[in-house]
């Protein structure tokens, strides 16, 4: 054991291009970036959707229609997927609280109930929003439809 043949311990060592490190390296000079333009200075960085001066292609692209930020969207249960629940778990009263519960919708989702679907046992359903058929439906078993 003497000086010549002393070696670092396996794995303390990176296996990696050491830029930047002088010409006798191979890696001095420009450091593997080329020569001039944006990408061999240094805080470069390319913004989303650049094409190198070309029009990019989100603003070649004809854009149309209308986006209402005020739009309540609402997350759809048929009458159906009540009774299956009802039938299931034995329910008389669905409210916000069972459809989380049973992973219907999420905590921050609103529910709209819809006309698709026989219901036969009476319930009771509390829900954010209705359908002219749903409510009906619901009503003509004996049942009520509840709004939040």
């Keep these: ?21 002088g010409q006798g390296s191979g890696f001095g000079g420009t450091s ?6 944006a990408k061999s200075r240094s805080g470069y960085s390319r913004k989303i959707g650049f094409e190198g001066g070309q029009m990019p292609l989100y603003r070649r692209v004809p854009k149309f229609g209308f986006k209402n930020i005020n739009r ?19 329910l ?4 916000f609280d069972a459809f989380v519960a049973y ?23 509390t829900a954010h929003a209705y359908s002219a058929s749903a409510i009906t439906a619901i009503e003509s078993v004996g049942g009520t439809a509840t709004k939040i």
């Design 72 to 90: 309540k969207s609402y997350k759809s249960i048929n009458l159906d997927v009540l009774q299956a629940l009802a039938e299931k778990n034995n």
């Design 92 to 95: 008389q009263v669905i409210d």
């Design 1 to 21: 054991m003497d000086l010549s043949n002393l070696k670092p311990a396996s794995g303390s060592t990176k296996n990696r291009k050491r830029i930047g490190r």
């Design 103 to 125: 992973g219907l919708v999420g905590k921050n989702d609103k529910v709209k109930i819809l006309g698709r679907g026989e219901l036969t046992a009476k319930m009771d359903v």
């Design 32 to 37: 593997t970036r080329g020569h001039k333009g």
